[in-house]
C-alpha cells in the first residue's frame, strides 16, 4: 500500500499539468490507453518466466470493478479540473472514514483504533494543506459535488475491490489489477465516443505527465493497490493509502523547490501516527478489540 500510495501521491501533480491542456474525458482516455498494455506486457512476460497466467483469476468481477474505478477516475479528473488542488486532496480523503462506515453497514464493523486513526488522520489531512482555510479558493459547487462523490464512489470501490482480493478464490492481485484497468479502458472509450476524435497534450510537460499519470499514477499505483487491500483490509488499507497527502508535501518540495510550513509538517506528522495506529496488532487492545482486528487483518 505504501508503494501504491508513492505512485498515487503524483496524481494531483500530473493530473493539474495535464489538465492545463486536455479536458477530463481525454484524460480519463489516454490514461488508461497507455496503461492496459503497459500492464499485460508486464503480466505475459512474467507468465512467460513462470508466473501465473492471465487467466488464472476469474476475470468478469476484476473487469467490472475497473468499470467501477474508471468512473472513479472521471470523477476524479473532472473535481480536480474545477477545484483548488489544495481543497481537492481534503475532500477526497474523507474516504477512509467513509470505508469504515461502508464496512460497518457490511457487517464488518471497524473496531475502535480504526475510528481514532480516521480522527487523528482527517485532521492532520487538514493540517498539510493550510490553504483550505483560508476558503474555497475558486472552488466552484459542481466541483466540490464532483469530489465528494469521487470520495464515496472511491470508498465503495475499496470495499467492492476487498471482496476480490481475498480468500481461496483471489487469485494473484497484479493479474487482477491488470483486468480492472482494462475495464477502466472499456468505461473510458465508452465515456470518451461523446467528444470524438480525443486531443493528445502537445507540449512536453503534458505529454510526460500524461504518461506519469499512466505508468506511475496508475500501473504502479494499482498493482501495489490489489496486492495491499488484499493483505490488510479495506479499512486498514485506506488509511495507509492517506499517506499520499504527506508524499505529495514531499514532490512539492523536491520536484517544484516549495518549502513547508510548520503547520503542514504538524498535519504529516498526525497522518503517519494515525498510520501507525491503524496497525496496531492485536496483543495490544482488549480482548474485545483483538478479535475485531484480528477479523480485519491479514
Known sequence: ????????????????????????????????????????????????????????????????????????????????????????????????????????????????????AVAITLVGIALTVPEVLDGAGGATILGLVLTLGNAV???????????????DQAGDGLVASAWSLTGSLAFAA??????????FPNTFNGIGSIFGLALISTVIASMGFFLGVRHLGPASAALVATTEPVLTLIWVVVILGDSLKAIQLLGAALVIVGVVWSQRTPSEFTDGDAADVHSTSA
Open 1 to 116: 500500500m505504501l508503494i501504491s500510495a508513492s505512485a498515487y501521491s503524483m496524481f494531483t501533480i500530473f493530473g493539474k499539468t495535464v489538465l492545463k491542456e486536455l479536458d477530463a474525458v481525454d484524460v480519463l482516455l489516454w490514461r488508461f490507453f497507455i496503461a492496459v498494455p503497459a500492464a499485460w506486457i508486464f503480466i505475459v512476460i512474467r507468465h512467460r518466466r513462470g508466473g501465473p497466467s492471465p487467466f488464472s483469476v476469474a476475470w468478469k468481477p476484476r473487469f467490472a470493478a475497473g468499470l467501477v474505478f474508471g468512473s472513479v477516475s472521471w470523477l476524479g479528473f473532472a473535481a480536480l479540473d474545477r477545484m483548488p488542488g489544495a481543497l481537492y486532496i481534503v475532500i477526497i480523503y474523507t474516504y477512509p472514514a467513509m470505508v469504515a462506515v461502508g464496512a460497518s453497514l457490511l457487517g464488518r464493523p471497524a473496531s475502535k483504533h480504526v475510528w481514532i
Open 153 to 167: 464512489m472511491y470508498a465503495a470501490y475499496m470495499i467492492f475491490s476487498e471482496r476480490l482480493v481475498r480468500g
Open 190 to 199: 465508452v465515456i470518451a465516443v461523446i467528444k470524438w476524435p480525443p486531443d
